[in-house]
């Protein structure tokens, strides 16, 4: 069973940078499919990345150009970085897992396994 933990949340001024992580805590998931989601207040929860086993990775158009997903598979762990933080990226963000092979790893795909959030605040 994948059991998922994210940290590295926080308050930001914006204009700053974060990492977020995501580990595997039982060390179950051997590097298959990942993404990251966020939700915004009052807003659906929208997908950013993914990342399948093979590295190749996809991103929201929103997220092209600020949003880097990257993962090191040794350490069980899945990887966000957002540079030039927004006020509107102020969202509690989710990583979520699956055994997809790298063809059926996509933004859309039916992700089964869910961490708890952790939440991001961006002050102007």
């Known amino acids: 069973q994948v059991q998922l933990v994210e940290s590295g949340g926080g308050s930001v001024q914006a204009g700053g940078s974060l990492t977020l992580s995501c580990t595997d805590l039982r060390n179950t998931y051997s590097g298959h499919c990942m993404a990251w989601f966020r939700q915004a207040p009052g807003k659906e929860r929208e997908v950013i990345a993914s990342i399948a086993r093979d590295n190749s990775a996809h991103y929201a158009f929103f997220a092209e150009g600020r949003f880097t997903i990257s993962k090191d598979n040794s350490k069980n762990t899945l990887y966000l970085k957002i540079d030039n933080l927004k006020p509107e990226d102020s969202a509690v963000y989710y990583c979520?897992?699956?055994?997809?092979?790298?063809?059926?790893?996509?933004?859309?795909?039916?992700?089964?396994?869910w961490g708890q959030g952790t939440q991001v605040t961006v002050s102007s």
């Open positions: 979520a897992a699956d055994y997809f092979p790298p063809s059926l790893c996509e933004l859309g795909s039916p992700f089964g396994y």
